[in-house]
């Protein structure tokens, strides 16, 4: 592809704007959560980062995005690499 290694990436499949310009890449066997899942992850993070909750809170948000994350992964992925 004209520019590849250059103007943007060579090895994964470049995500170009109307500018031309590289603004993200799509990498063989990465995982893409949908709009919804990667707003609930951002959800839990945020609450995790927020200085007033306790640590009993924030182990139970880890608790509940680490079964959160588990169920989109295992249940809720179109796994074509056969990675799962």
């Known amino acids: 592809m004209e520019g590849a290694g250059e103007d ?3 090895k994964g499949i ?8 590289q603004v993200a890449e799509i990498e063989r066997q990465e995982i893409i959560f949908s709009k ?4 609930k992850i951002e959800y839990f ?3 995790f980062t ?12 880890a608790i509940k995005c680490g079964k959160f994350l588990v169920e989109q992964i295992l ?4 796994d ?3 990675l799962i």
């Open 8 to 10: 943007f990436t060579a």
């Open 14 to 21: 470049p995500v170009i704007n109307n500018d031309g310009q």
């Open 36 to 39: 919804d899942t990667t707003e």
């Open 45 to 47: 993070y945020k609450s």
């Open 50 to 61: 927020d200085e007033s909750k306790s640590d009993k809170e924030k182990d139970e948000l």
């Open 75 to 78: 249940n809720n992925t179109d």
């Open 80 to 82: 074509k690499a056969g």
